[in-house]
């Protein structure tokens, strides 16, 4: 009995760092996640303190390994990404969140001092 508990704890503590990966971000207005809509972003949030914009390379997937497509090919055949990341000042003692939003939808939020 005792085996099958240490076993299954460290089942548990393996797949930790997998359920810890969705971010959020806490607002006056509500909680923005990922998967939200960019207008509910802006509705629960407000305006971002600054922006970016920017045309993402394309990825393919072939089985589990993620590739970049070549540039000359990227350009001329396959479309970017279109990317916009929204920096929002929590204010003092809080960090800044960077939203990245993709076709209009939250694809991730980070934490940190400085955007990169």
């Not at 806490?26 to 949030?45: F, N, P, Q, T, W």
């Not at 971002?48 to 990227?74: G, I, K, T, W």
């Not at 350009?75 to 800044?96: F, H, I, K, M």
């Amino acid at each position: 009995m005792h085996a099958w508990f240490r076993a299954g704890l460290l089942v548990a503590l393996a797949l930790l760092p997998w359920a810890a990966r969705a971010e959020s971000l806490r607002c006056s207005g509500g909680i923005a996640s990922e998967g939200d809509s960019r207008l509910s972003v802006v509705y629960k949030c407000g305006q971002p303190m600054m922006r970016d914009s920017y045309c993402a390379p394309v990825y393919f997937s072939q089985s589990r390994n993620l590739y970049l497509v070549p540039e000359p090919f990227a350009s001329a055949y396959l479309p970017c990404q279109q990317t916009e990341e929204w920096l929002y000042d929590r204010g003092p003692g809080n960090l800044v969140a960077t939203v990245r939003i993709r076709s209009g939808v939250v694809q991730s939020i980070v934490y940190g001092r400085q955007p990169r």
